[in-house]
């Protein structure tokens, strides 16, 4: 095991694993953290907290993930690359892993415009390819960016995010070969509406030989209403076919449509050779996630030997 982290052992034990989302919040409180965690920590293998999602000041992923495996779960750490230089984000990373952390997310990350200071200055001084580099380079080889070698390594389990609904098509294959070529280990995808196209891009995974390299966990989000999706399927990268917009559009309960609609989507993704698990980002309504992963026949978790060393 290269991190020893739960959600690796999940995923190398072949189980089909599942992951919840949890955004810090625009306080100094733990509260909300640790009563989403309490809630669905029985029904997910890991719970990623998001880092200063949508470019907007939230406690920091580092902090939230310690107060995630308090409340009795294992954290995926989200980090971007925008707000730190290789300096802060080496040092971060050293930081967590001395705390436990074990799984980390390498992300670019929103650009500041989009955000609550749109005219603080960004760093951007690594990408995300760069960064998952950076993170096997300190967990594998125990050095640093700059060649330096450490003493103890930050054991991480390495994941990555993938978008198979942006165009070109043919070079979101690829984007992702990169990723898995720098060292990732997982992926996470964007929010998967379009089962056919995203089943494409399976395809041409498979065709590559990156399914086999990499565990690959489809991501998706249970909508609570039409207004929702409808925004939604105005967001770049995300593709909802018109018979979901429809649907939801015509249900007498919208609450009940989305989760039907999301439980299919996972239902149908397992089936999908090449996916290993599944992403659950419950914007807003994390209480949900149990009663989707349950309906999903996907309770209970599998129970996975504790890590040695």
Not at 25 to 30: F, L, Y
Not at 54 to 81: D, F, K, N, W, Y
Not at 155 to 182: Q, S
Not at 246 to 254: I, L, T
């Amino acid at each position: 095991m290269k991190s020893g982290s739960k959600l690796e052992r999940v995923l190398a034990g072949g189980h089909f694993a599942v992951t919840a989302e949890v955004g810090p919040p625009k306080s100094a409180s733990s509260k909300g953290i640790v009563k989403h965690t309490e809630h669905m920590k029985d029904h997910v293998d890991a719970v990623n907290l998001t880092d200063n999602q949508t470019a907007i000041v939230r406690l920091s992923s580092v902090a939230a993930a310690v107060h995630v495996m308090r409340a009795g779960a294992e954290p995926v750490m989200q980090m971007t690359c925008r707000d730190r230089n290789r300096i802060a984000i080496q040092s971060d990373i050293l930081g967590a892993a001395s705390l436990g952390v074990r799984n980390i997310l390498c992300l670019t990350g929103d650009h500041q415009s989009f955000g609550n200071h749109p005219t603080a200055k960004n760093v951007f001084d690594l990408d995300s390819i760069q960064l998952i580099r950076a993170v096997k380079d300190m967990r594998d080889e125990k050095k640093f960016i700059c060649g330096e070698e450490m003493r103890v390594a930050p054991r991480m389990f390495i994941g990555a995010a993938a978008n198979p609904f942006g165009d070109p098509f043919e070079y979101r294959v690829m984007r992702l070969a990169k990723k898995v070529e720098a060292g990732a280990d997982f992926i996470q995808t964007q929010a998967i509406f379009d089962v056919e196209r995203f089943a494409k891009w399976m395809e041409a995974v498979r065709d590559m030989g990156l399914h086999e390299r990499v565990y690959i966990m489809g991501g998706v989000i249970p909508v609570k209403s039409y207004g929702a999706m409808r925004y939604m399927s105005t967001v770049p990268g995300m593709r909802i076919p018109k018979q979901l917009l429809d649907r939801m559009k015509a249900a007498e309960d919208p609450k009940e449509e989305g989760v039907k609609i999301c439980v299919e989507i996972i239902e149908q993704l397992r089936q999908i050779e090449g996916v290993k698990g599944v992403h659950i980002m419950a914007v807003y309504w994390e209480e949900i996630v149990p009663t989707i992963v349950e309906r999903a026949g996907l309770y209970p978790r599998p129970e996975v030997d504790d890590a040695v060393g």
